[in-house]
């Protein structure tokens, strides 16, 4: 008696129409169920075949990779696949692989009809996943990474994947062949990698996996490619391209290393064109990877230290020219003509934004405190990253409750709201302050489609106008039409507007115009450390 296969024949019968057994060379040593059904050819008639020959061409690829992820994980299930006999095609097929501890050499492989597919993207606690390729997306893939490289060592090494023009071939199928092209990829990255699920998708045909060290990359390229080519109907498919990054772990904290790994992948995120070479990209990382753990440390001592400065820049009252409060900016190496938003940029991308922000709300509440007397208000911002730590909303509210006054004095104002990833968790971050008194302003609105769903979602006290949306509202013949129709929807909403970029007399009186309540801009100054030198150099004409 086999054990093995009776085992296997006896757990999965009641889950699958088809049963195969493949030796080490994948023949087809045992079948048995529905086979002269499904495929017009009875188990006597598969034995000794190869297998990949039953398998649909276009499905080679994706099965040859499942086996070798079932070789890594001891199963794989859950997978659409095609297979062909005396009468053509089947329908897609539920595809379940598993290996036997004493058989090891064997793969037990099971089809299923109409089979009950979970999705690849199915939740998993603290793990975002693709739901078309089942890789690992962002920051999830980011971490992933770090973790694999600290605990394999010597013996695990990153490799970044560029596939130009993959975007553009997938969404050129079917939905049916898009899907399954998506699995395919996903599914040979996934089998390449250490442990069989350690890929993952970073950008736009752009991958990384974790895999063991000397990982033949060439045969992944080739692998990657024929599996485009099977799909395009063209018959060109996508040229892989591959690259392995040297990156040296030794010494560098787990949490830094993340945020290093995250930035330089970006990096590689964000290349395109013709020229791109994901070779060199990777040939380069570790240098980026070390040079960005540098500017990590040199960031988090600045910021530690509290050295930078705080710069003011005034809002007014469109039709009074009365002050309404000032927007505290940060300033760098004493600099307040330099635009801080390369520090700004580095630190949300690396992660150290929510450090940042609380060390920036604790700058301004101590300055409020030297100069309560003058009963000036000011406006602190607050990442839309930041918006979502837990970490940072207690550390907040900790110091808003030990100066209650605070609320009379202090504005936020929400910026990067594309970065907002829960807008239901950013709202009740945006009520627990307004519960306390204080006003929100939501930045950046009419910079993009997705700022209407932001304001529906996201009950505010003000919005700020993007300075882009109001010079652009200026130059288009419907411009003003278009900016009064927002105003409206604002004041119908009970929320104030504050135009920015307001540099001329007439962009001034243009926004005027149009109903916007507050004004910001270079027509009454820059930022500056001292508030009160706005006043004494307002042209007071302008408001007349």
């Known amino acids: 008696m086999n054990t093995a296969r009776d085992r296997f024949v006896a757990f999965a019968f009641c889950w699958a129409d088809i049963l195969i057994e493949l030796d080490p060379q994948q023949r087809?040593?045992?079948?048995?169920?529905?086979?002269?059904?499904?495929?017009?050819?009875?188990?006597?008639?598969l034995i000794g075949r190869n297998f990949m020959d039953i398998v649909s061409p276009k499905d080679r690829v994706l099965v040859d990779q499942l086996l070798h992820m079932t070789a890594k994980k001891g199963r794989i299930d859950n997978v659409k696949v095609k297979l062909q006999g005396a009468k053509g095609l089947t329908a897609p097929l539920g595809f379940a692989g598993y290996v036997m501890p004493d058989l090891k050499d064997h793969f037990f492989l099971a089809f299923r009809t109409q089979a009950h597919l979970t999705e690849k993207g199915e939740a998993e606690q603290g793990v975002a996943r693709d739901k078309g390729t089942g890789l690992l997306t962002g920051d999830s893939f980011s971490q992933l990474a770090v973790e694999k490289l600290k605990a394999a060592g010597p013996n695990a090494e990153l490799t970044l994947v560029n596939l130009p023009g993959f975007e553009a071939l997938a969404d050129s199928l079917d939905e049916e062949e898009r899907e399954h092209l998506l699995t395919t990829v996903g599914t040979t990255l996934r089998a390449n990698s250490l442990g069989g699920d350690s890929a993952g998708e970073v950008g736009e045909g752009k991958f990384g996996i974790v895999a063991e060290?000397?990982?033949?990359?060439?045969?992944?390229?080739?692998?990657?490619?024929?599996?485009?080519?099977?799909?395009?109907?063209?018959?060109?498919?996508?040229?892989?391209?591959?690259?392995?990054?040297?990156?040296d772990i030794a010494g560098v904290d787990e949490a830094d290393l993340a945020k290093g790994l995250v930035y330089t992948i970006n990096h590689f995120k964000e290349q395109v064109g013709d020229a791109f070479n994901v070779k060199d990209i990777a040939a380069n990382m570790n240098k980026l990877v070390q040079e960005t753990v540098e500017s990590l440390n040199k960031f988090r001592n600045l910021v530690g230290g509290n050295d930078f400065q705080v710069a003011f820049h005034p809002i007014f009252d469109a039709r009074t020219g009365a002050v309404h409060h000032?927007?505290?900016?940060?300033?760098?190496?004493?600099?307040?003509?330099?635009?801080?938003?390369?520090?700004?940029?580095?630190?949300?991308?690396?992660?150290?934004?929510?450090?940042?922000?609380?060390?920036?709300?604790?700058?301004?509440?101590?300055?409020?405190?030297?100069n309560r007397a003058d009963?000036?208000?000011i406006a602190v911002n607050i990442s839309g990253m930041s918006v979502g730590n837990d970490q940072?909303?207690?550390?907040?509210?900790?110091?808003?409750?030990a100066d209650t006054w605070l609320s009379n004095f202090l504005v936020f104002?929400?910026?990067?709201?594309?970065?907002?990833?829960?807008?239901?968790?950013?709202?009740?971050?945006?009520?627990?302050?307004?519960?306390?008194?204080?006003?929100?302003?939501?930045?950046?609105?009419?910079?993009g489609a997705a700022s209407f769903q932001y304001l529906s979602v996201l009950e505010v006290d003000v919005v700020k106008l993007d300075g882009s949306a109001v010079?652009?509202?200026?130059?288009?013949?419907?411009?003003?039409?278009?900016?009064?129709?927002?105003?409206?929807?604002?004041?119908?909403?009970?929320?104030?507007?504050?135009?920015?970029?307001?540099?001329?007399?007439?962009?001034?009186?243009?926004?005027?115009?149009?109903?916007?309540?507050?004004?910001?801009?270079?027509?009454?100054?820059?930022?500056?450390p001292d508030p009160w030198s706005f006043i004494k150099k307002l042209d007071r004409r302008l408001f007349a």
């Open 326 to 370: 000032y927007e505290a900016l940060v300033r760098f190496n004493g600099n307040f003509e330099e635009s801080p938003y390369k520090y700004i940029t580095f630190a949300e991308e690396t992660g150290l934004i929510t450090e940042f922000d609380i060390a920036m709300a604790r700058k301004c509440v101590d300055w409020l405190r030297k």
């Open 471 to 528: 010079k652009n509202a200026q130059a288009a013949p419907k411009g003003r039409a278009f900016l009064k129709a927002l105003t409206t929807l604002c004041k119908t909403m009970d929320v104030e507007t504050i135009a920015e970029m307001v540099d001329t007399k007439e962009g001034l009186e243009f926004v005027r115009d149009c109903g916007v309540e507050y004004v910001q801009g270079f027509l009454f100054g820059k930022p500056d």
């Open 392 to 401: 940072y909303s207690k550390q907040l509210h900790a110091m808003l409750d």
């Open 28 to 45: 087809i040593s045992f079948a048995v169920g529905a086979t002269k059904a499904l495929l017009g050819l009875g188990p006597e008639g």
């Open 213 to 247: 060290k000397g990982m033949d990359v060439a045969a992944l390229e080739a692998k990657l490619t024929e599996a485009t080519k099977a799909f395009d109907p063209t018959g060109k498919g996508v040229v892989a391209q591959a690259g392995t990054v040297e990156v």
């Open 375 to 377: 009963k000036v208000s």
């Open 413 to 447: 104002e929400i910026t990067e709201s594309a970065r907002v990833a829960d807008l239901a968790q950013a709202n009740n971050f945006v009520q627990a302050l307004r519960k306390k008194g204080f006003h929100v302003c939501l930045d950046d609105f009419g910079a």
